[in-house]
């Protein structure tokens, strides 16, 4: 299999075994309409080892099994996400293949295999899921990776992991938050978090405390607060009140002359990605309609001139398809002068259809080059959508060039 793809299972009983060549952790999450877990007994691992309809099983070495008997999976639960994180503490994935192998559990016999490519700095996978489509059963690849250990896929599918406490004497370094890397690692520029320790056994879940306000630059915000701004690497998640506030939204990008008053011609694309980091397809002012309709691209500006948005890419998020997981929002210089020349550049995020701004990101300190990455948003495993500004340049005049930087940038 390949990441995304999905295939029917022809058992009423699977074992997914998840092996590779060190010590592996693997568990099951059961996992509700919500994409979250009912509560903390539906965490199956090795302190933990059953749940209605799923079960873990150690193996000698390796790594271990989760068996998922579909007939007795509960009505209320949609999926069930197995996961893989290194026993070592500090390790990642760098090279290290881990394979995972769909099996029927009655006579062994294989279904389907899946090894998650080009793999990091992630220290944990979401390797595959088992999941409901039309009263019948699939099996798909997944293969996203977090950068802070099963800890991270833990609370982001809502069980409460307990930290073991720290000792008085020891001076204690502030915690890493707890943000999922996107499908192919941690975004470009965040600092790693440090991995964690071995995850404890689930305890009945907390009130949890209000989190800290982000240092400028770093960090993750949602909308509660309203409009955000935001400073070159920082992330907001498009929720407010933990639930996705629009379906469509619109990147207004914006450009002012350069300085010395001649026009400039810029150009604003967005290139939409699947979780190998492949290009899907691109929107730009030479094609202004992809995806069947879910990007459109307002047309062309020559100039520059003008108040408000110079070029604008209106994205359905509910129409995409499923493969597209990223979308990078580039600027290029066609008719060759610099950003360094440009007065000032910006990009916005608005509800397509209230047309409210929600994000905003200011560009500043532009270098001498002729194509810049202004943004990029990226499809969490839990259906929601995060936007990061990026503000990175590079040497290309049309979307063309930009293709294989901003894969790099996922």
């Known amino acids: 299999m390949t990441p995304g793809s999905n295939l029917p299972l022809s058992a ?11 010590r592996l952790d693997v568990s099951g999450l059961l996992l509700a309409a919500d994409g979250k877990v009912r509560s903390d007994d539906d965490f199956v691992f090795y302190n933990q080892p059953s749940a209605p309809g799923v079960t873990h099983s150690a193996a000698a070495a390796g790594g271990d099994t989760i068996t ?36 029927n559990a009655d006579d062994g016999s294989v279904l389907a295999s899946f090894t998650p490519p080009r793999l990091g700095t992630e220290t944990a996978l979401v390797v595959v899921e088992i999941y409901r489509r039309g009263g019948a059963w699939k099996v798909r690849a997944v293969g996203q990776g977090y950068a802070n250990g099963l800890a991270g896929i833990a609370t982001d599918f809502g069980v ?21 890397a996107a499908p192919w690692g ?6 790693a978090p440090v991995a964690p320790p071995p995850a404890a056994a689930p305890t009945a879940p907390a009130p949890a405390p209000a989190p800290p306000a982000p240092a400028p630059g770093s960090g993750k915000v949602n909308l509660d607060k309203g409009r955000v701004s935001l400073q070159k690497n920082q992330t907001v998640s498009l929720v407010k009140g933990g639930r ?12 002012e002359p350069a300085f010395q008053g001649r026009s400039i011609d810029l150009d604003a694309s967005v290139i939409a990605y699947g979780p190998d980091r492949k290009k899907v397809d691109n929107c730009f002012f030479g094609k202004l309609m992809i995806l069947g309709g879910a990007i459109q691209h307002s047309g062309d500006n020559l100039t ?4 408000g948005d110079d070029e604008a890419i209106t994205v359905h998020l509910g129409g995409l398809p499923p493969e597209v997981t990223g ?18 550049a910006y990009c916005r995020l608005l509800d397509a259809q209230s047309g409210e701004e929600l994000v905003r990101f200011d560009l ?22 995060e936007m990061t500004a990026m503000g990175e340049f590079v040497d290309a005049r049309t979307v063309r060039g930009m293709t294989k930087p901003a894969a790099q940038a996922l």
């Open 12 to 22: 009423v009983r699977v074992a997914v075994d998840v092996t590779a060549p060190v």
């Open 68 to 103: 998922v008997d579909t007939a007795a999976v509960p009505e209320g639960i949609d999926k069930i996400v197995v996961t893989a994180s290194l026993d070592t503490p500090g390790a990642t994935f760098a090279g290290t293949e881990p394979t995972g192998t769909v099996r």
């Open 160 to 180: 409460s992991v307990e930290e073991p406490a720290t000792p008085a004497a020891a001076p204690q370094a502030p915690p890493a938050p707890p943000a999922p």
């Open 186 to 191: 941690p975004p470009t520029g965040a600092p």
């Open 244 to 255: 996705p506030v629009l379906s469509s939204v619109r990147m207004g990008l914006g450009w």
């Open 304 to 307: 520059g001139e003008g108040a």
């Open 327 to 344: 979308l990078v929002f580039v600027v290029n210089s066609f008719s060759g002068q610099k950003f360094s020349d440009v007065a000032k």
């Open 364 to 385: 500043t300190h532009a270098e001498p080059r002729t194509g810049v990455m202004m943004a990029k948003l990226i499809r969490q495993f839990s259906g929601e959508w």
